[in-house]
């Protein structure tokens, strides 16, 4: 089955830099990667996804980069602010055949002032 | 559309005892899940289903029972509860056959075992 690693466990920026979180997955034939984002107490929400036929995704401050051949992407959170504060899970699924979604292990993300 | 809706919000119980959490989504969605996330951690999926009538085991099965009579409600059961399943629960759906594949949690339900 597919598995997933995500880096780093803990991330610690300044308000304003940007943060990178690493993914990792191991079943090739995997074809849609969600990131989640889930604050303290609250459900994880969906923040971006890619499908494996596009490298590069942005929305607004966040982007997705999706490289097949290394089977690795990546959430990039530029000019961060204190709200962006939360876990963050990366995700990975073969839509259609498979039925789970697998999770990295999260990242804590910590937005300093 | 309410999404995915979860009850209830908190519950304490005691070793032994068995309770049902509640799971309804309103999106007509063909996959449903159980995940378990302890203090800290990761999500863990529990059980899962792909439509009515159909259901299977996950990562961390043990202790807990399932069912999908409907294409809406997917309850979890726990038949004797242990202070090992004091965790936060949420339940999950995605997808209509064919349609987009974004996965979408409930609010949660908080369950401790004392």
Redesign the interface.
Known sequence: GENVEQHPSTLSVQEGDSAVIKCTYSDSASN?F?WYKQELG?????II?IRSNVGEKKDQRIAVTLNKTAKHFSLHITETQPEDSAVY?C?A?L??GG???T????TQLKVEL | NAGVTQTPKFRILKIGQSMTLQCTQDMNHN?M?WYRQDPG???K?IY?S?GAGITDK?EVPNGYNVSRSTTEDFPLRLELAAPSQTSVY?CAS??LA?GP????????TRLTVL
Not at chain 1, 42 to 46: C, D, E, G, H, I
């Open positions: 849609y969600p609250k459900r994880p929400q969906l996804d899970f995700a699924i839509t259609g039925n789970k979604l999770f990295g292990t999260g | 996959y899940y951690m990761g999500l999926l899962y792909v996950g949420f995605r997808g064919g594949d974004t996965q979408y949690f409930g609010p949660g």
